[in-house]
């Protein structure tokens, strides 16, 4: 089992359930890339107010059910979340279709508070509840040659009305190198604030890689492939020049259209304060060695 990750963070640095959950006043008019869900840091010291339940559950970002702010709300109830299994192939020693009750007997879920980041130059501070997935790949057994793991999630035309819109090429996709995904703060997240995630957030199970942009945490997971080659990724292959294989929050890489040198703080409003964006997100301590030697401009 990988080494455990020691939090730094406490309950007095998240993000209000509510602002977590709503973006409606940093995300409204943005033409951004339509992103996950979810992303990173903003403290509950900052006096943030919290939304209303209806501002909570009816905007958010999830291209499956569409790509209104308010589709996902709307139209993810009627994913089926039960039964639900992953199919974990390629380069493993015990490939199959694993059922995600069976998966979850056999973890260690924990409460992480991390920061979370999208790419769009907002942030959150998220106490996730979930396991790490190196626990997830070890118990599928990865095997000698392989150096990426990818990823897919669920693709279901009667279910997702979004997919009908080519706006992606579908099932979504994301992938990860082999170090980056055995690495003990990368981890599969199955609750928020001791919740199980709602469907429109990505239930029951999505990946959370704190130092990454938020649209590499991909949603309600179904395919884990284990493979010796880069994977294809969904918005690298939308966007080569705007989302790159790599997406490690880097203040010193802009986006193509936007600043990352600095991000807003979810929860206070459109006026919101902005803070500098940090390397890595805040854990340039933890996972630099990963990059040593790398061009970080070149490989974003």
């Not at 469907?199 to 942009?213: D, S, T």
């Not at 997100?281 to 060695?289: D, I, K, L, R």
Request: charged fraction near 25%; hydrophobic fraction near 35%; glycine fraction near 8%.
């Amino acid at each position: 089992m990988a080494q455990r990750w020691t939090n730094t963070l406490t309950h007095a640095d998240v993000t209000p359930r509510a602002a977590f959950l709503n973006r409606r006043q940093v995300m409204a008019g943005m033409a951004g890339a339509g992103l996950t869900a979810l992303s990173g840091p903003a403290a509950a010291e900052d006096g943030l107010e919290a939304n209303t339940w209806e501002e909570i559950t009816s905007y958010n970002n999830y291209y499956e059910f569409g790509t209104g702010k308010d589709d996902p709300v709307k139209y993810a109830g009627s994913l089926t979340t039960e039964p639900w299994s992953i199919k974990i192939d390629g380069l493993v020693d015990r490939p199959g279709d694993y059922d995600f009750k069976d998966i979850l007997s056999e973890m260690t879920i924990e409460e992480r508070i991390y920061r979370f980041r999208c790419v769009e130059a907002w942030s959150m501070v998220i106490p996730w509840n979930g396991f790490e997935l190196s626990d997830l790949l070890n118990m599928a057994g990865v095997q000698e040659g392989a150096k990426y793991v990818a990823f897919e999630t669920a693709y279901r035309p009667e279910e997702m009305p979004g997919v009908r819109s080519p706006v992606l090429e579908w099932p979504y996709r994301e992938g990860l190198r082999l170090d980056e995904a055995m690495h003990p703060l990368t981890i599969m997240a199955t609750g928020i604030y001791d919740r199980p995630i709602p469907n429109q957030n990505g239930a029951p199970l999505r990946l959370v890689v704190p130092w990454k942009y938020g649209f590499k945490s991909i949603k309600s997971i179904v395919r884990i492939t284990v493979t010796d080659t880069e994977p294809p990724t969904s918005w690298n292959m939308a966007g080569p020049r705007e989302y790159g294989f790599y997406s490690n929050v880097n203040p010193n890489v802009d986006h193509p259209r936007w600043s990352q040198g600095s991000e807003r703080r979810i929860g206070g409003g459109l006026f919101s304060k902005r803070v500098p964006t940090l390397m890595f997100n805040g854990y340039e301590q933890e996972v630099a060695s990963l990059y040593d030697g790398m061009d970080l401009a070149k490989n974003y």
